[in-house]
């Protein structure tokens, strides 16, 4: 059983940069493709981003190709997501999910994907 714990939301300003951590425990992290998601007010949990489980390979949401960055530090069995040039619409829950796999390449991007997820941080962007 792995247990996942977000870390790093607040309350920023439009333009403002943010980075969130997942950290994991109770299991062997390089077997895991990690996932980002988030959930706005009054919405379905939508896909962010995603990393293998090696990290060399990730996928992101159109919208934020350019702005975010997902990266993981194996070693430290955490995931991270970073969150530059943040827009009001960015305004969301944050959840970090896991899945194991046997390929170190692949990554997924549907949230029934994935096996565990985390309690979720909040993303504010004040007006």
């Known amino acids: 059983q792995v247990q996942l714990v977000e870390s790093g939301g607040g309350l920023v300003q439009a333009g403002d940069s943010l980075r969130l951590a997942c950290a994991a425990s109770g299991g062997t992290f390089n077997t895991y493709a990690m996932g980002w998601f988030r959930q706005a007010p009054g919405k379905e949990r939508d896909f962010v981003a995603a990393i293998s489980r090696s990290g060399i390979w990730t996928y992101y949401k159109d919208s934020v190709k350019g702005r975010f960055t997902i990266s993981r530090d194996n070693a430290k069995n955490t995931v991270y997501l970073q969150m530059n040039s943040l827009k009001p619409e960015d305004t969301a829950v944050y959840y970090c999910?896991?899945?194991?796999?046997?390929?170190?390449?692949?990554?997924?991007?549907?949230?029934?994907?994935?096996?565990?997820w985390g309690q979720g941080t909040q993303v504010t962007l004040s007006s």
């Open positions: 999910a896991a899945r194991s796999t046997g390929s170190r390449s692949s990554y997924y991007a549907r949230d029934d994907d994935y096996e565990y």
